[in-house]
């Protein structure tokens, strides 16, 4: 079974040479740290910034910098910053290569919810239905269960919705499943020690498998 | 084309209970702390606020919520406010949750004399009803209204008198497309500067956009999330 930082190492490798990134709040923003250094990836932070870099050093913190979760963050060479329209101008126009976002439930049709419970939590979509609905490459950063034990990866979802047939790729602390496009969650790889029997206990939706599930190398 | 008022209360002494008002700032950032000292002073009340998030309790628009000047909020993001989770859940105050695209884009559009857009943020989910929708290439696309405010109130690092306005960093964010699309825009600066002294090819927001301009005093730039890493 993976950490929070184990998935976000293993969502690292589907980071490529040359890729500008949206990452979303919570696990997504870890990945940063396990981007490998031989290629070249730029961080686009939805607030407006293209060219997002690490936290600033103790006493360097400048509140005009800041990233999509109001963390202070700094700049690199090459930054480029620009208002919230362009920035949701180079989304909609599918110029960001890859989006990892959370997710509360996801369905086997790739449906997304991660902005509501009603009558308990109702902070907002912030950019996420924009990301969404636009993004052709969105994998989500999500653990498999609820506190509860039960199932997050389900028939449909029972949240209100995010975005529909959006997500193409989830990693869980216990596997990376592909979204097929006529549905279901197509088994890719398992975490270390985890058996496709569990996968399956811990999968509501519909689960495909198909021959040898290779363990997942991180 | 002197644009220039001797301060927030000046700025908005012909705001009237019950108008629409933009507000910039993401977060805590880039955000007009000197008018909205003066609105959370000022006693007007039954406002209709479009900002992308609620400030927090004791800031930003924080200060007006709470002190139930609000009367609807429009915004993507409203967390990290306990009286206004309290006003929603209980139902004193009416809210209006948009994607944040859709949020900027609709100032844009105002700004651009366009009446309406056309975006797929939120086909499928709770936000797309009621509303039209258009298939453009075999993608349905909501249209979304321009928003019609009665004021922008905006922050900018650098304007002139002119109100040539230039933002600084991420403090940007939603402030070049709400100065662009209010009826009246008032901006607030940290450095007011004489016509000339801005290079015009780094100007950010055109001064026809501007109707005030004014420099606040001693910004407090509060930070929402402060974040570092140690020295090595």
Same mark, same amino acid.
């Given at each position: ?35 490998? +250094? /031989? &290629?070249? $990836?730029?961080? #686009?932070?939805? *607030? ?7 936290? =600033? ?78 993004? +052709? /490459? &969105?994998? $989500?950063?999500? #653990?498999?269960? *609820? ?7 389900? =028939? ?63 | ?232």
């Amino acid at each position: 079974m993976l950490d929070k930082e184990g998935i976000a190492k293993r969502i690292a490798k589907e980071v490529k040479d040359g890729y500008y990134v949206n990452l979303g709040i919570g696990i997504p923003t870890l990945v940063a740290n396990y981007i490998p +250094e /031989n &290629i070249d $990836v730029v961080l #686009q932070s939805e *607030n407006g910034l293209l060219g997002m870099g690490p936290f =600033p050093f103790e006493g360097e913190e400048d509140p005009d910098t800041i990233n999509a979760g109001k963390q202070t963050i700094t700049k690199l060479p090459g930054s480029a910053v620009f208002d919230s329209a362009m920035s949701f101008g180079m989304i909609r126009a599918k110029k960001v290569n890859l989006t990892i976002l959370g997710a509360m439930e996801v369905s086997e049709n790739g449906d997304i919810a991660n902005w509501k419970i009603p009558g308990k939590m109702v902070k907002g979509m912030g950019g996420a239905m924009d990301l969404v609905a636009s993004a +052709e /490459n &969105i994998i $989500v950063a999500m #653990q498999h269960v *609820n506190k509860a034990g039960e199932s997050k990866l389900l =028939p449909n979802c029972t949240l209100p919705l995010t975005g529909i047939k959006c997500v193409k790729k989830i990693v869980t602390e216990l596997a990376v499943l592909d979204v097929l496009p006529d549905g279901g969650f197509k088994l890719v790889e398992r975490a270390p020690g985890v058996s496709v029997e569990d996968i399956k206990k811990a999968t509501a939706g519909k689960l495909v498998v198909e021959g040898d599930v290779p363990e997942m190398a991180i | 084309m002197n644009k220039v008022v001797s301060g927030a209360h000046e700025a908005i002494n012909d705001i009237k209970d019950g108008m629409t008002l933009m507000l910039g700032g993401f977060g805590l950032c880039g955000l007009p702390e000197k008018t909205i000292l003066a609105l959370a002073e000022s006693g007007i009340k039954d406002l209709t606020c479009i900002s992308n998030n609620a400030g927090v309790d004791d800031f930003g628009i924080g200060l007006l919520l709470r002190n139930r000047q609000v009367k609807k909020m429009i915004s993507s993001y409203v967390g990290e406010n306990a009286e206004f989770e309290r006003q929603l859940l209980s139902g004193e105050l009416e809210v209006e949750l948009i994607p944040q695209g859709t949020l900027a884009t609709r100032c844009m559009a105002a700004g651009y004399g366009m009446p309406a857009i056309f975006t797929p943020a939120g086909i499928g989910t709770e936000v797309a009803e009621g509303k039209e929708i258009r298939n453009f290439n075999g993608k349905d696309y909501l249209m979304e209204m321009a928003f019609d405010a009665d004021f922008a109130i905006v922050k900018a690092w650098k304007g002139d008198t002119m109100g040539n306005l230039v933002y600084r960093s991420t403090a940007r964010n939603f402030n070049p497309v709400m100065a662009m699309a209010g009826k009246v825009t008032i901006a607030e600066v940290e450095e007011l500067v004489e016509p000339g002294e801005l290079d015009p090819d780094h100007i950010h927001t055109p001064g026809i956009y501007v109707h005030r301009i004014f420099k606040g005093e001693n910004y407090e730039k509060r930070i929402e999330q402060r974040t570092v890493r140690k020295k090595q």
